[in-house]
Nanobody
Framework: QVQLVESGGGLVQAGGSLRLSCAAS????????MGWFRQAPGKEREFVAT????????YYGDSVKGRFTISRANARNTLYLQMNSLKPEDTAVYYC?????????????????WGQGTQVTVSS
């Protein structure tokens, strides 16, 4: 069992940057594949990025590729999402998720644990 708590969301102007954090409880964080997802108002939740358990592999959704960077600090039980060149269409609630077994995936149902989300709002 792992609990996830996101932080770092807020209001930012277009072109700005934010860094989201996801703090995980438990001693098995380093064995989990991790991911970020987001859900905009009136839309379905979508994949943003995923990272392997050692951090050597990453994969991004097309809409954030080249602007967002996912990383992790296993010694701190923390997942990060650095978001640069933000656009109004990036406005959403951002969720981190943990997958206990298996490789990186974009499929939401493959993740076992979810945080409560943090709001990111990008103004134009």
């Amino acid at each position: 069992q792992v609990q996830l708590v996101e932080s770092g969301g807020g209001l930012v102007q277009a072109g700005g940057s934010l860094r989201l954090s996801c703090a995980a409880s438990g001693r098995t964080f380093s064995t989990y594949t991790m991911g970020w997802f987001r859900q905009a108002p009136g839309k379905e939740r979508e994949f943003v990025a995923t990272i392997s358990w050692l951090g050597q592999g990453t994969y991004y959704g097309d809409s954030v590729k080249g602007r967002f960077t996912i990383s992790r600090a296993n010694a701190r039980n923390t997942l990060y999402l650095q978001m640069n060149s933000l656009k109004p269409e990036d406005t959403a609630v951002y969720y981190c998720a943990a997958r206990a077994k298996g490789d990186m995936t974009t499929r939401q149902r493959a993740y076992d644990y979810w945080g409560q989300g943090t709001q990111v709002t990008v103004s134009s």
